[in-house]
């Protein structure tokens, strides 16, 4: 399957931080989406974004097909933005995840 | 806005009980997948249907088997749960590639 590679695995941000979250995956995909995983489970849809440039609120996020990489930047990150971040690709239905980046914002 | 939901939250089982977990979407979504998510290993395609009727293996399928006999639901079932089950499952559906997800099941087998 494809493998995925997200960095960094962690990160602790002062409230109010700006930051960039990478994914690197080793094949061609056609479906890319970026997930935040919340303190109870549930894997919340933030980007379906298999190439181009897509924002919505703070969050925003590229992905260059040709490069095989994607992109989520936060910005001006709050304290509710804490979770794991999971990038996952396919050529088709099967989704390959990432191992996530956790991110934490402190007060 | 789709609405994927699970049977439970939370599930304590025992050692050899078949277990059912039901899995529904409200968006006439044709796919519907089961994954488990561990820690260090990360989310895990078991099963996937793309239609009633249909099935098809993912990369953990041992162990489970899975009925869609109506195109909302989607049900993974544990034919004789062992401790090594114990895990977060997590359904979800999709009619494009964009897949979204329930809540998720915290199943742990005694």
């Known amino acids: 399957g494809i493998q995925v590679e997200q960095s960094p695995p962690d990160l602790i941000l002062q409230e109010g931080a700006n930051s960039t979250l990478r994914c690197n995956f080793s094949d061609s995909v056609n479906n890319l989406q970026w997930f935040h995983q919340n303190p109870w489970g549930q894997l919340i849809n933030l980007f379906y974004?298999?190439?181009g440039t897509k924002q919505n609120g703070r969050l925003s996020a590229t992905t260059v097909a040709t490069e095989r990489y994607s992109l989520l930047y936060i910005s001006s990150s709050q304290t509710t933005d804490s979770g794991v971040y999971f990038c996952?690709?396919?050529?088709?239905?099967?989704?390959?995840f990432g191992a996530g980046t956790t991110v934490t914002v402190r007060a | 806005d789709v609405k994927v939901t699970q049977s439970s939250r939370y599930l304590v089982k025992r050692t050899g009980e078949k277990v059912f977990l039901e899995c529904v979407q409200d968006m006439d979504h044709e796919n519907m997948f089961w994954y488990r998510q561990d820690p260090g290993l990360g989310l895990r395609l078991i099963y996937f249907?793309?239609?009633?009727?249909?099935?098809e293996k993912g990369d953990i399928p041992e162990g489970y088997s899975v009925s869609r006999e109506k195109k909302e639901r989607f049900s993974l079932i544990l034919e004789s749960a062992s401790t090594n089950q114990t895990s977060m499952y997590l359904c979800?559906?999709?009619?494009?590639?964009?897949?979204?997800f329930g809540p998720g099941t915290r199943l742990t087998v005694l």
């Open positions: 979800a559906s999709s009619i494009t590639l964009e897949q979204f």
């Open positions: 996952a690709v396919a050529f088709d239905y099967k989704l390959s």
């Open positions: 249907s793309y239609d009633v009727k249909m099935k």
């Open positions: 974004i298999p190439s």
